[in-house]
């Protein structure tokens, strides 16, 4: 042996396969002159290396800080064993040694610059070919049958690679090496152009494609996770046709801009959100709009953001180089249903919307919908997670010693796996109201416990005995089930995205979860931590006059709250009882009598009952509608609040109806709608900011965290954190995972980790 020499065993764990990290190592170990061998193993990434302990140092640091682009290495151990003599360093076929394995599988992610000259180069073989990808970028998730992720478990399987492809695959110093869904225009995916008869369409298909979308077709667009509609953004009537074809009749449609250029002549934003516009994730992210952003009237009604994202795919990147325009494009479904994602289906539910198809045989084994944030603090916060991000595994502050799923809520579904410290949020699955969705949920359960081998033993999931997800874990057998109040989950959650444990003083508002006392709840307040939760302070109940109808009709809420203000019949003239007039004197009594009338402490419904009353809306067609509208009206520059009063005892209770009285006085003196709906929102961050400091001279905490649907309102939450932190709180937001029901999931397995790691 020489003198010096040693050698080291060094195991690489996170996301370390199919982005490039062994050509990176073997380039790495070369150039130090180290000798040894990298091979995939199951957990990750395993290194012998040989050579001076100094250069062997070296090499380690390196691991860390050079690692390729798309690489997350979230540890390195390494332990010294007996020297070889070995010459060269090689990269080794992958071998699959131990049982329980746990590689971490990568998201689908947006085409790298380098991929990007080659299909603009003329003298490239793969120029203009829309299925370039390489180690860096590329379909992963959503062509992931099983593992290990190899070309033959994914649905590149049935493409075989010609020579020329091969031959990159096979060479570890090209930046091909090992791409799974390697390929070129003579041996990969072909792109078809064809009418709702599945007729193929003459020409080049983009180019084509691109001149129907001019003339105002709508055109069908399959993507990485499913087909999408597009529409050119700037033509109104194609615009409304899509909308109402889609039966989608307010809700803004996303856009797509070329670059950063096209982007700012719709919106206006900084750094934070050009990165992350730009990022590999490639979500839609939600930018203030410009007064003269060039875009038809029907693409993003009434709103003051616009949703905005950048090309993706290369197939994306050739329509938006043949268009040079934004176009709309939005989730291939009709209203609420999940989105088409295979080619037959699609065909078939897209046809009565869609001219044409824009598509092409690599198939999709999952759906994934496009992300959705927006920035918080130059941060971003998730509104909807799923390609991009899912099954990117976020981690949990230790390990449970127990396998968990976490079934989530209702709207806006997803679920979630813990093993270890790692928790596998699913994408985004949608409202769990129908077949369809609640078979995409099963199937994506299924899936991801086969990835990363996962039988649940605890099952936890929300106490409403309604939803389908609950119904499904109650259906499971040999499973330890553990039902996880709504709003507890709602701050698990919250704890879980920042990486802690609890205590703190948390504020969970959102439109409704099932309560412990069979009330529904919405505006709370909580001394939580993953274990468990107490109720301290909550809005004063009132009824939902027609339960689910009251959500629909935030009129309701309007009469509802009237109704407790007015015991004695209304005094005064008010538009919302003018314009229900109808129904007006039905729905007061049920309110009255509490017939079906659940009660309901939920600050979304009061955020209703006010855009009613200000006659800004009556009925809502898409979730959370009412909030929204009232939030695009408040006056940024209005800094004052109305003052209700807060009640002790047992409870520390918000007496909302002296909120509602105050906009009644507002209105009859004339004050401006932007200007109550401004003090509304000061006066819920006021006072949640006096209910934790009441709180935290009960308990002596100083951190609060703020979770539910209602903290999607940003002119609410910014004020809401200042007033917190002014008085010297420590304040936790969502950063990784949705504060909506979305991210509930991930609440729940928290808990359910929390209690297995105590019960231990
Ligand atoms: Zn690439
Ligand atoms: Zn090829
Ligand atoms: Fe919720």
Redesign the pocket.
């Known amino acids: 042996m020489l003198a010096g020499m040693s050698r080291q065993r060094i195991f690489i764990n996170g996301i370390v396969q199919g982005v490039g990290f062994r050509p990176f190592v073997h380039s790495l170990a070369t150039c130090l002159g180290l000798r040894g061998f990298v091979v995939n193993d199951t957990t990750g990434v395993l290194v012998e290396v040989e050579g001076s302990s100094a250069e062997i140092a070296h090499f380690v640091e390196r691991l860390q800080t050079k690692a390729p682009r798309l690489a997350v290495v979230e540890s390195i151990r390494s332990e010294p064993i007996a020297t070889t003599g070995e010459q060269g360093f090689a990269i080794l076929a992958s071998f699959h040694s131990d049982t329980q394995h746990l590689a971490l599988i990568s998201p689908d992610?947006a085409?790298?610059?380098?991929?990007?000259r080659e299909m603009f180069d003329s003298a490239d073989r793969r120029y203009l070919y829309p299925f370039?990808?390489?180690?860096?970028?590329?379909p992963r998730f959503t062509i992931i049958r099983d593992i290990p992720y190899d070309r033959p478990f994914t649905t590149m399987a049935g493409f075989e690679m010609c020579h020329d492809c091969a031959q990159e695959y096979n060479d570890s110093g090209n930046?091909r090496f090992h791409?799974q869904p390697i390929c070129c225009p003579a041996c990969g995916p072909r792109l078809r152009l064809t009418d709702r008869d599945r007729i193929s369409q003459s020409g080049d298909p983009v180019r084509t494609a691109a001149k129907l979308l001019r003339d105002g077709c709508v055109v069908a667009v399959k993507g990485l996770g499913g087909y999408h509609l597009a529409a050119i953004a700037n033509n109104e009537s194609a615009v409304a046709k899509l909308r109402s074809r889609k039966h989608r009749e307010e809700k803004p449609f996303a856009i797509m801009v070329a670059d950063e250029a096209m982007a700012r002549r719709l919106a206006e934003f900084g750094h934070s959100e050009q990165n992350t516009l730009a990022s590999a994730r490639g979500p839609i992210v939600l930018l203030r709009r410009r007064d003269d952003a060039p875009i038809a009237r029907s693409a993003a009604p009434g709103n003051r953001f616009l949703g905005l994202m950048v090309p993706y795919t290369p197939l994306h990147h050739l329509l938006c180089s043949e268009l040079a325009e934004p176009f709309v494009l939005t989730s291939g479904n009709v209203s609420d249903e999940p989105i088409a994602y295979a080619d037959d289906d699609a065909f078939e539910r897209l046809s009565p919307i869609a001219d044409y198809f824009l598509t092409h045989d690599r198939p999709i084994n999952m759906r994934a919908e496009d992300s959705v944030v927006r920035m918080f603090r130059e941060r971003s916060m998730p509104i909807r997670r799923s390609r991009g991000y899912a099954p990117e595994p976020l981690r949990l502050p230790w390990k449970s010693p127990r396998l968990i799923l976490g079934c989530g809520a209702e709207l806006k579904s997803s679920f979630c796996l813990v093993k270890n410290d790692y928790a596998f949020m699913s994408h985004h699955i949608g409202d769990l109201e129908n077949f369809e969705t609640l078979s995409a949920y099963i199937k994506g359960i299924a899936h991801f416990q086969r990835l990363f081998d996962v039988t649940p033993e605890i099952v936890a999931h929300d106490l409403h005995p309604e939803y389908l997800s609950t119904k499904y874990a109650s259906e499971m057998r040999g499973v330890e089930l553990i039902g996880v109040q709504h709003h507890h989950a709602h701050l698990a959650s919250c704890l879980a995205d920042n990486g802690e444990q609890g205590p703190v003083i948390g504020a969970a508002f959102d439109g409704l979860g099932y309560g412990t006392d069979g009330t529904m709840w919405g505006g709370e307040f909580l001394v939580a931590d993953l274990l468990g939760f107490e109720r301290v302070g909550s809005f004063e109940a009132v009824a939902m006059p027609g339960g689910t109808a009251a959500i629909k009709q935030p009129w309701r809420m309007a009469a509802a709250y009237l109704a407790r203000l007015f015991p004695q019949g209304l005094r005064g003239e008010f538009g919302v009882v003018r314009r229900n007039r109808r129904q007006w004197e039905a729905v007061t009594q049920l309110a009255r009598a509490q017939l079906n009338s659940p009660l309901t402490s939920s600050v979304g419904r009061l955020f209703d009952a006010v855009a009613a009353i200000l006659g800004i809306r009556d009925v809502i067609n898409y979730e959370g509608q009412a909030a929204i509208e009232l939030e695009q009206r408040a006056a940024p520059e209005e800094s004052s609040a109305y003052q209700p009063s807060i009640e002790s005892g047992p409870l520390w209770m918000v007496r909302s109806t002296e909120i509602i009285e105050a906009v009644l006085e507002d209105m009859s003196a004339a004050v401006p709608i932007e200007i109550i709906a401004a003090r509304l929102h000061n006066t819920l961050a006021a006072l949640i900011a006096t209910v934790c400091e009441a709180i935290r001279a009960q308990r002596g905490l100083t951190a609060v965290a703020l979770s539910g649907g209602v903290f999607q309102n940003d002119f609410l939450l910014t004020r809401t954190v200042c007033k917190l932190e002014q008085r010297g709180f420590r304040v936790l937001t969502h950063r990784q995972v949705p504060t909506n029901d979305g991210g509930i999931s991930l609440g729940q397995a928290a808990v359910a980790a929390a209690h297995a790691r105590q019960g231990r």
């Open positions: 992610i085409t790298c610059v380098d991929c990007l370039t990808n390489c180690t860096n970028c590329g930046r791409a």
